[in-house]
């Protein structure tokens, strides 16, 4: 299509609902903003086209060719056809859905893990979602060796009610695959803004996903340097992301469960050790995407060493994924908020924001059921628990009062039994009425020829959370019946918002309930290599994305360079280096110095160990980074190089401290073996970077004097936190820099990421 510009304004809405600004998009790619708050669609108008809708069968077969294109080219084969049930029209989510879905996740988060951290300390938990004994051994034994600490890739769906105003539900939590929908949800929304040629950027609008932050936050679970494991039963390629984790995971490969087995090497100690292995041999990393069934067939050594070390954690996939923890949720407010696992403003928000569920065999929901009259199984569902995709669902208002109370009977007569004697489990849930939308879609009857067909669906929603990381792009499922699965004749549409509140939201930590420390990992896209020694112009651009976007960038010279010709060559191209030192100029040497110099020698030119900080602190415009060029190995035989991204520490302190660390509260000390005019300088501790936007930190302890009670109080509670990663050792956030590594140099991002102890 020609690249003409149409101005397009928000014409005319059916019904109330947010009024889209005018925009100016270009004719390849004409988006209806499909609100989630009216009943029918919300269009932006073509020129010359349907005074009602603004689609035409045949711009809708454009548009919908041209996102299947722009799919293709990234990936040229997909799982199942997957990307013929992709919408290239949008479902626009207002600021204030978004808002919303935050406030329900911050109060979800803490309250799963609460409840899991002391399942098997509160039998009124453990005898409410009963499992088969051998898991429960499992589970049992797995408390004292992995403690509970992050529930993972979880995935919850909910509800837009069709009464205006009422709040969304989440009806339920699918945490029982590993990457269920998360690739696939997310490149479709890259393929609108694609296919779009920029209209979302340029007019204020985004779909919110970034395959790259997706992979960037998947990889705090495991290295994908090292070979991972991505294991499956029967669905084997199925779960329509595997071939596309396989893709962006090139150290990932899919092993059948029933080829895991035990191997006892013999390590160079002569200690005998047992780690699981497949027919290529062992393996330590394990994503799963396996059925309940699948996991109960292996042997329970498998099954406990692979406890050890997958993901979804084992009681991710056996409790929060089973649909009776809502219940168990709503059931437990009180006690969550008595013992400080949330807020009383997070229980109202649970109260109201999780659909209402009941265990079968709990007194409660037996009160419910012999108070119910006829007509009110209308308002209620039945659901399989442990199940997912719709499968099992019934619906009161499907079938006669005697076929429902015979439903009821059996299955609140096997509810609390595990084994031979259970039934599948169920819970019961309140029925929503959910919002329809006139929706525009491809007529599947028709192949791959598209065709386009104008419904009115029901629709569900889903967000894409990493443990208390909840990603910004909201996508929808829709289908004509109540069940909506893409697996039963539905289809998938990308959520659209305002650019500025589509970003990665971070669950705020309580005071409470405190962010769990987590063990970082090097970023596969932070290695840059230099095979000759003249090719820092060819590294420059490679280095300057991977400090842009991790933070860090490692550089495996893989010749010898005494003088460092090649890190002063490389950053030289990256930006001007800073003349800070009194002695050296612009290279320092991180070695101990002694005799005359000894007593004016920097913390670095000391044997002493240097706690965590950020170099230049002192600097009223701190540099941005850091090169550092690592010669030989230490000859004393001690000290690490450790570093801590600041995102990993900041979500812990309270609004308060980070409120006051924004201020010039703070009196920063010159060190006199830096050559400065003056011997101190006043600032604040945590800045926003302008050319990226993200948060600094400035730290070295022993040269910072709070200049007020709420900059000590502020301090203190920075350096309780960097005391716990400390005490974390190995298993807290840092990168611990491999001490045997030579001729490579490294570049950091100061303020984004400190370093420490060297």
């Not at 696939?184 to 779009?196: F, S």
């Amino acid at each position: 299509l020609p690249q003409l510009r149409y101005r397009v304004r928000a014409h005319k809405f059916l019904t109330s609902g947010p009024r889209i600004p005018h925009c100016e998009f270009p004719p390849t790619l004409i988006a209806p903003a499909l609100s989630t708050e009216t009943s029918t669609a919300t269009m932006l108008l073509l020129p010359n086209q349907s005074a009602q809708t603004g689609i035409t069968p045949a711009t809708f077969a454009s548009h919908t060719t041209t996102l299947r294109t722009s799919l293709l080219n990234v990936l040229p084969t997909w799982p199942h056809d997957t990307h013929l049930l992709m919408s290239p029209y949008p479902i626009y989510t207002p600021p204030h859905r978004l808002a919303e879905i935050h406030t329900l996740y911050s109060a979800l988060h803490p309250a799963l893990l609460g409840l899991v951290k002391a399942w098997w300390t509160r039998p009124e938990l453990y005898l409410s979602i009963p499992v088969p004994e051998k898991i429960e051994r499992v589970l049992r034994r797995l408390e004292d060796i992995r403690k509970f600490e992050r529930v993972g890739s979880i995935r919850p769906d909910f509800i837009v009610p069709e009464k205006q105003g009422e709040s969304v539900r989440i009806c339920e939590i699918n945490a029982r695959f590993m990457f269920n929908g998360y690739f696939t949800g997310t490149l479709h929304g890259e393929g609108i803004e694609d296919a779009g040629r920029g209209w979302c950027k340029d007019k204020g609008y985004s779909v919110g996903g970034d395959v790259e932050e997706l992979k960037k936050h998947f990889s705090t679970l495991f290295d994908s340097n090292k070979p991972i494991a991505l294991v499956t039963g029967r669905e084997n390629r199925a779960p329509w992301d595997l071939d596309i984790v396989c893709h962006m995971y090139p150290t990932s490969r899919i092993v059948a469960s029933g080829d895991l087995h035990l191997v006892r090497p013999t390590t160079e100690h002569g200690v005998d050790t047992v780690v699981l292995a497949d027919s290529h041999g062992p393996l330590n990393q394990f994503l799963l995407e396996l059925h309940q069934d699948e996991i109960e067939l292996l042997d329970e050594e498998v099954l406990f060493e692979l406890g050890k070390h997958c993901w979804n954690d084992l009681r991710t996939i056996y409790l929060i994924h089973d649909k009776r923890i809502l219940g168990l949720i709503r059931r437990e407010l009180k006690w969550l908020v008595d013992t400080g696992k949330i807020t009383r403003e997070h229980a109202e928000i649970l109260r109201n924001g999780l659909a209402e569920t009941y265990i079968l065999d709990e007194a409660m929901c037996q009160d419910l059921l012999t108070n119910m009259k006829s007509g009110d199984k209308d308002q209620w569902t039945l659901k399989k628990a442990r199940s997912g995709k719709g499968d099992g669902m019934m619906f009161g208002k499907d079938m006669d009062d005697g076929t429902w109370r015979g439903l009821i009977e059996r299955y609140s007569a096997s509810a609390g039994k595990v084994g031979e004697e259970a039934t599948v489990p169920y819970v019961l849930q309140r029925y929503v009425r959910s919002k329809r939308l006139d929706l525009f879609i491809h007529d599947t009857s028709a192949g791959k020829n598209v065709m386009m067909k104008r419904v009115r669906w029901n629709v569900v929603g889903m967000v894409l959370c990493i443990d208390r990381i909840l990603f910004p792009n909201t996508m929808w499922r829709a289908n004509q019946t109540d069940i909506v699965a893409l697996g039963r004749s539905g289809q998938a549409f990308a959520g659209v918002g305002m650019r500025e509140e589509m970003r990665t939201f971070t669950v705020p930590a309580t005071r409470r309930e405190l962010v769990p420390l987590r063990k970082l990992v090097l970023p596969s896209g932070a290695r840059v290599q230099a095979p000759v020694k003249d090719g820092h112009a060819k590294q420059a651009e490679q280095v300057k994305r991977a400090l842009e976007k991790d933070g860090l960038a490692v550089v495996d010279l893989g010749f010898e360079d005494k003088d460092s010709a090649y890190m002063v060559a490389l950053t030289g191209m990256l930006g001007k280096p800073l003349d800070h030192s009194s002695k050296q100029g612009i290279l320092w040497d991180v070695r101990p110095v002694e005799g005359l110099h000894a007593g004016n020698a920097a913390r670095s030119e000391t044997m002493e160990p240097f706690p965590w900080h950020t170099d230049c602190s002192f600097e009223c415009a701190p540099p941005r980074y850091f090169a550092l060029h690592i010669l030989h190995r230490d000859r004393f035989g001690g000290g690490n190089l450790r570093l801590l991204h600041v995102d990993s520490l900041l979500p812990n302190l309270s609004s308060t401290t980070m409120e006051t660390l924004r201020l010039p509260q703070f009196k920063l000390l010159v060190p006199k073996e830096f050559r400065k005019d003056v011997g101190y300088i006043v600032g604040s501790l945590l800045m926003t970077d302008p050319f990226t936007g993200h948060q600094k930190l400035r730290y070295r302890r022993e040269i910072i004097e709070p200049l007020s009670v709420e900059a000590e109080k502020a301090l203190m509670e920075l350096e309780e936190w960097l005391g716990r990663v400390d005490a974390a050792g190995e298993h807290g956030p840092v990168v611990a820099c491999e001490e045997s590594r030579e001729r490579s140099a490294e570049m950091v991002e100061e303020g984004e990421v400190g370093a420490g102890k060297v």
